[in-house]
């Protein structure tokens, strides 16, 4: 652990609502069980003050609580307020294994022009567990968000340099963030590897809410990513070479025909059902 006079290695930033007390205290322990140390937490808390005792009763960590404010404005002045070399995102409902730092440190480390890391993520809807899938391309960031945000360590630089979270966003801010560090900065190095999983809430109202807010935001962070260069040190998401242009369009013309065959399948069993009777 760290020493008065140490410096973070990493910054954890876990953002946090009152009421979620339970949730906060299994993200805590899963930062305390990481098999490197030298690392700090800042909690943040977007309108109250409720989680303050069990934040500083945590080693190594700070609390800031915040009026209402928004889940990006509150990241923000968690970054502001990091002093690691490297920092990372997590959501008070999301847990790091213990090997999250021991996998994506390394890779930073031995490779100081490599802005960020990432490793994949189980998903959990409620007891529910959905195998981990390998990482597609980095290109196809350019489309949909492919890691979790807790998936992804990156160094502090970056937020100096870019910015932080966009705060007229209130999802998919970390797919915005992540497109622009790397447009600026280069593409992230992935380490094949589960080293966290994302939790889906189990509610079924929840989900949908979840859902709904997710298409209402898609387009408008699509469309502003949209028109971002992406060159000079922006290796990752350059102009697709013309085989991967080729591929992406084979894939596209799949989805399509794969969706088309799924559809002609249900129509034609609702025609059968119908026949019958």
Request: aromatic share 12%; glycine share 6%.
């Amino acid at each position: 652990m760290l020493t008065k006079n140490e410096s973070p290695l990493v910054s954890f930033i876990i953002r946090t609502i009152p009421g979620r007390g339970a949730l906060l205290a299994n993200a805590l322990a899963s930062v305390a069980r990481q098999t490197v140390s030298g690392w700090e937490i800042i909690v943040v808390e977007d309108g109250g003050d409720t989680a303050r005792g069990q934040a500083e009763a945590h080693p190594n960590t700070r609390y800031i609580s915040l009026p209402p404010v928004g889940r990006c404005r509150a990241g923000n002045a968690a970054l502001d307020a990091a002093k690691g070399r490297y920092c990372g995102f997590l959501d008070d409902d999301d847990e790091l294994y213990s090997n999250h730092l021991e996998t994506l440190l390394p890779l930073l480390e031995s490779n100081p022009d490599t802005p960020a890391a990432f490793a994949l993520a189980d998903i959990f809807y409620g007891t529910r567990k959905e195998s981990p899938r390998p990482a597609p391309p980095f290109w196809t960031l350019r489309t949909r968000n492919i890691m979790p945000i807790q998936a992804v360590l990156f160094r502090r630089s970056l937020f100096i340099a870019h910015g932080g979270l966009a705060e007229d966003l209130d999802h998919f801010e970390d797919w915005e963030l992540w497109l622009r560090y790397a447009s600026r900065a280069g593409a992230f190095v992935h380490a094949p590897r589960v080293t966290s999983f994302y939790r889906m809430p189990a509610d079924t109202r929840a989900y949908h809410r979840r859902v709904l807010t997710a298409q209402r935001y898609y387009p408008v962070v699509a469309l502003r990513v949209k028109d971002y260069v992406f060159e000079g040190q922006g290796q990752g998401l350059a102009a697709l070479s013309p085989r991967a242009a080729l591929k992406e369009r084979l894939l596209r013309t799949y989805y399509f025909f794969a969706l088309f065959r799924r559809l002609s399948s249900v129509y034609k069993r609702c025609k059968a059902f119908v026949s019958l009777r």
